[in-house]
């Protein structure tokens, strides 16, 4: 069974195990607790904090726990918005590829009497920062942008963006969901503000994530309660979860550099041997993106019916976000950068993790060459193509 699905979830790192299983047994006090039981969990949390603001450049005061990255972009967003409200600014900025956690969040704020501008993503899959800082108003309380996106994996030049919103004095909140542990991240140098970002995506454990949000930015209270968090987020700590957390991003961190290199070389072969099967294109843009994603588009064929065909191989790959599979829409990603309903449909996510070896990349290029060929062979769309009846788009 070869694993390629680990922007939807990784597989914890035994260490993170192992720390999460011994604090469970030996440090299961209620941190709030003043008895010596619970203080003994408060400190471990603390020291979690600590190593997690390092791990991004940030101090520990920023730190704020929550149940994963869904519920920090939540807190970001609500937070922004309030602010933004006391000021009389109630428009905000994103992208239309957002992660669905973020654009239903935006959603909800319409309905609120907020505006959204969704600046364009380009057909390689980033964002122009020159176009942001347009885009921006005098009333504008939020810039809401991805540091890489989940589907197609491209790394947006975060930094750039930033410098505006800092410029302009605009707060910038990034979901860094799929950036944090795989690649450098650094608050400070990126002029970050508020920052999401969720264990399970760096061999952590589910149902833990942070947000860092800068000193004196008021962070609303998304979760009501009691005073955790310094009151912004109600709440018993999950202490073993945030401690594996910890230990699975400073574990991230220190193989980070490697990690990228090995992960690099494996997916450009992937590339090179999916772009050899006839009618299919790379999503996004092949340099600027994260080291363990691929993203192709086959002409002709049904992304899920080669996803459970590749299942039967031993490929476990996505056709998207696990959010959207399920659904039959194709990915919102997809179309934001241009692809039409047809060839979006006929996507396949691959994101392979640190072990990933090059035999397992050509035994995926494999599976999928004789897949696609296969699907090919009874699909009245593919058929619609080679007759030309209709125009091959790739
Ligand atoms: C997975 C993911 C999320 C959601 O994180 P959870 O911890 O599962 O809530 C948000 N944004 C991006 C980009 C993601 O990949």
């Not at 996004?284 to 039967?312: Q, Y």
Request: aromatic fraction near 4%.
């Amino acid at each position: 069974m070869i694993y390629a699905d680990n922007a939807a979830t990784t597989k914890m790192s035994p260490a993170a195990v192992q720390t999460m299983v011994s604090l469970m047994q030996e440090a299961w006090g209620n941190p709030s607790s003043l008895y010596a039981h619970g203080q003994k969990a408060k400190e471990i949390l603390e020291k979690a904090r600590g190593d997690i603001a390092t791990a991004i450049g940030a101090d520990s005061r920023e730190i704020i726990f929550t149940s994963g990255g869904s519920e920090a972009d939540n807190q970001a967003i609500l937070t922004a918005a309030d602010i933004g409200a006391k000021k009389g600014k109630k428009h905000i900025l994103s992208s239309a590829f957002e992660h669905h956690a973020v654009l239903h969040a935006l959603k909800k704020l319409e309905r609120q009497g907020y505006e959204v501008t969704l600046v364009d993503v380009h057909e390689n899959g980033l964002i122009v920062p020159e176009e942001v800082e347009a885009a921006i108003r005098e009333d504008t309380c939020l810039v809401t942008i991805m540091y890489a996106n989940n589907e197609i994996g491209t790394i947006q030049p975060i930094r750039e963006i930033g410098r505006i919103c800092r410029e302009k004095g605009v707060l910038f909140h990034t979901d860094a969901v799929q950036a944090v542990g795989h690649i450098p991240v650094d608050v400070g140098e990126d002029h970050i503000d508020m920052l999401s970002a969720s264990a399970h995506k760096f061999h952590g454990p589910k149902g833990v994530g942070f947000l860092y949000r800068k000193k004196g930015i008021p962070a609303s209270v998304l979760i009501e309660g009691g005073a955790q968090e310094r009151g912004r987020r109600a709440g018993t700590e999950n202490v073993p979860g945030v401690a594996a957390m910890a230990e699975a991003l400073k574990e991230s961190c220190a193989n980070m550099a490697r990690s990228a290199a090995q992960m690099t070389a494996i997916r450009d072969r992937l590339i090179e041997g999916l772009r050899a099967i006839p009618h299919s294109a790379l999503n996004g843009d092949a340099v600027k993106r994260l080291p363990g994603n691929v993203n192709f588009c086959f002409e002709g064929i049904e992304g899920e019916s080669l996803l459970l065909l590749l299942d039967d191989k031993g490929v476990q790959a996505s056709s998207g976000s696990a959010c959207t599979s399920g659904s039959l829409d194709p990915s919102h990603v997809l179309l934001a950068i241009g692809r039409v309903h047809d060839v979006a449909h006929g996507s396949l996510r691959l994101s392979i993790g640190e072990d990933t070896t090059a035999l397992d990349a050509d035994a995926i290029v494999e599976a999928v060459r004789q897949t696609v060929e296969y699907l090919r062979g009874f699909s009245p769309i593919w058929r619609d193509l080679t007759t030309g009846k209709k125009p091959f788009i790739l």
